[in-house]
């Protein structure tokens, strides 16, 4: 049992800072808040004072097996083997910038589910992982190199499938190019499945959510039918500033082409897809929280950037704003608000603490020192450490 006792907490619930007097965490829950310490005598004490304590953040579309500044195809289609080591690296850097809950997006093979296992067996330090196993593209589609291609209604339903029976906790759907048909056979097939299903953002998302999607990645500017029926159906939205943002702006540090930093900038001065996050935002769309990390200039830890871009460009008008979507909101988007996104009696214990006063200063978000998730100190003075595997006890009824 530990109390964590001083220092600012985040409401999530309200959007607010308050001051925090104790939070008592006990096995994998948070049993108290608020509470008199002398009612838990034998508590472990963890002194916050001058630091912030926030929910675990949530990153809800980033890549776990790319490095964060290689080429995409070449690494996808030759990494082999190497991309298991990747997963592993990007596990480490999401948990040490405070990401206790991340969905995999897809794109590289199967690593995001072997990295979602080697977590939940206690082999390596992360995040709780969330994963679309491989994402379903047509032939020669968007990405091919790292999905499952599948063309026609009965194809597509047989690829939606082996995600289910691979372990996949959502399906992707790259709808670049298919027909209405194709679109609405993974989709219904996706519900049929009992899983929710995203999207990229393009001119297919329309037709994707006339025929019923959950989510969709990137934003874009969308009709005023669309936009309504977005809110109507409660379809949420995952921006993804981060890559067009931070290629534009800090690309030559890290080698980029410059022609690929040119057309990020003449991106990044267009107008429309700001524009039509903001419009989705007045509308009242539900948004969730998403950095597209493991693109290039994009690492796994890089979480500040997205909050700064989304405050920068009007999405959201405060950093409050910002924190409650990548915190309940995200949990809410992934069904699982009941249980984290809070620090609430009852939710896990995934907690995060920084130095410094986030409320005055954003940027403190970055300084982390502690991640408990489900209780489990898995970052400790800054480092993550190696789990236990006694902890998660996996293996306990394999052998003689």
Request: hydrophobic share 40%; proline share 4%.
């Amino acid at each position: 049992m530990l109390i964590i006792t001083g220092g600012t907490r985040f409401n999530s619930r309200d959007a607010c800072f308050e001051a925090n007097s104790n939070i008592v965490l006990d096995g994998e829950k948070i049993v108290a808040v608020d509470a008199n310490p002398a009612e838990y005598p034998q508590a472990e004490r963890l002194e916050a004072v001058g630091k912030t304590i926030l929910p675990g953040l949530m990153n809800l579309h980033g890549h776990l097996a790319w490095d964060g500044f290689s080429d995409l195809e070449s690494q996808t289609r030759f990494d082999g083997p190497m991309r298991y080591l990747k997963a592993a690296r990007g596990l480490r850097d999401a948990v040490e910038a405070g990401v206790t809950t991340f969905r995999d997006m897809a794109c590289i093979h199967d690593a995001a589910l072997y990295a979602k296992q080697a977590v939940l067996d206690g082999l390596l330090p992360g995040p709780t992982v969330y994963t679309c196993g491989r994402a379903v593209c047509r032939t020669g589609g968007h990405i091919w190199w790292g999905n499952r291609e599948a063309d026609g209604v009965s194809e597509i339903r047989q690829a939606v499938r082996e995600q289910v029976k691979d372990g996949a906790d959502w399906i992707k759907l790259m709808a670049h190019s298919y027909s209405r048909e194709e679109i609405k056979a993974a989709i219904d097939q996706a519900h049929d499945e009992g899983m929710r299903i995203t999207t990229d953002a393009g001119k297919w998302a329309n037709i994707a959510v006339q025929e019923g999607i959950d989510c969709i990645e990137h934003g874009g500017m969308y009709d005023d039918d669309t936009v309504e029926k977005i809110v109507e159906r409660g379809v949420w939205i995952v921006p993804t500033l981060s890559p067009v943002v931070l290629q534009a702006r800090q690309g030559h540090l890290w080698g980029m082409k410059d022609s690929v930093i040119e057309r990020r900038k003449r991106q990044l001065v267009g107008s429309g897809r700001h524009e039509g996050l903001i419009k989705l935002r007045e509308a009242g769309a539900k948004f969730a929280f998403g950095t597209d990390s493991g693109s290039p200039v994009v690492p796994n830890g890089a979480m500040l950037p997205e909050m700064q871009a989304l405050l920068e460009f009007g999405i959201f008008a405060s950093p409050e704003e910002v924190l409650q979507t990548a915190t309940l909101h995200s949990a809410a988007c992934l069904q699982i608000d009941d249980v984290t996104g809070s620090l609430e009696t009852g939710k896990h214990a995934d907690v995060l603490i920084v130095d410094g006063d986030v409320a005055q200063d954003l940027t403190n978000i970055t300084h982390v020192e502690d991640v408990f998730i489900k209780g489990r100190h898995i970052v400790q003075r800054e480092q993550a450490r190696l789990p236990d595997p006694r902890d998660y006890q996996t293996f306990a009824n394999v052998g003689a």
